[in-house]
């Protein structure tokens, strides 16, 4: 199969979980790589946050932020598509948030602020609770069913025994940002390698045409993979191009 695409998950997967630079291994097979496919980014990060990384690894393809929420177009450096939690359910979602959880953030597209500061937003993308027990993350997604217009992205923690979770507009998930970049680059999503290692990249694994799951991703990643990379310690990224994409 020649792909036509990469789509890399950045923590865990392409740099170090919380890092902004790739390892030199990894840094040179996607040099090599856009020689014959795009490259695009698919990442919960905010922009701010991933721009150090698409200059690092000369980053074309268009870009999936904030697992699916806004996508970038490096080359342009603009935000070109983005999704908004429903105005009518914002406060109804802050309050029930409120109730389970001490401290969480909003997102608004542009900066993060306290969740609080959520009246005083013209827009609000997202509702971000980090590093927390597994038990609240679930309580949270199972409370945000009840809003037909409304998800949520689960996440690693940055301790193993932590969860992050995200609420967010219903259709902005990886997935959605796959069928998206497929659609801006004219191809199938057949045509696709997706690579990644935590929970939120489940989504945009069943979304492309050739599964990979790091050596340290989560159990239910690894499920559905249909390459297990070796983990991000041993440049798994370098692997898979140099076997799925240089090889061919």
Known sequence: MNYKALLMDLDGTSIPFLGDRANHRVQEAVARAHRYVSVSIVTGRLLSQVLPVMEQLAITG???LNNGSQIYDPNTQCIIK???????????????????VGEFVVYDGVAVYPAEKWSELS???????PD?????????????RAFSD???????GKNITDESIEVVHGNATKQYGVYEIA???????????????????????MACGLKIAMGNAVPE?????DFIAPPIEEDGVATVIEKFILNT
């Not at 680059?185 to 939120?200: F, R, V």
């Not at 990643?221 to 993979?225: E, F």
Request: overall charge negative.
């Open 62 to 64: 268009p870009c999936v």
């Open 82 to 100: 983005e999704l908004f939690l429903p105005s009518n359910s914002v406060e109804e979602i802050y309050q029930i948030i409120k109730n389970i």
């Open 123 to 129: 827009r609000v993308m997202s509702f971000y609770i």
């Open 132 to 144: 927390t027990k597994s038990s609240i993350v679930e309580e949270i997604a199972m409370k945000m």
């Open 150 to 156: 409304v998800t949520t992205n689960k996440m690693n």
């Open 183 to 205: 659609k801006m680059l004219g191809i199938s999503t057949h045509e696709i390698i997706g690579i990644g290692d935590g929970y939120n990249d489940f989504a945009m694994l």
């Open 221 to 225: 990643l690894k499920n559905i993979a």
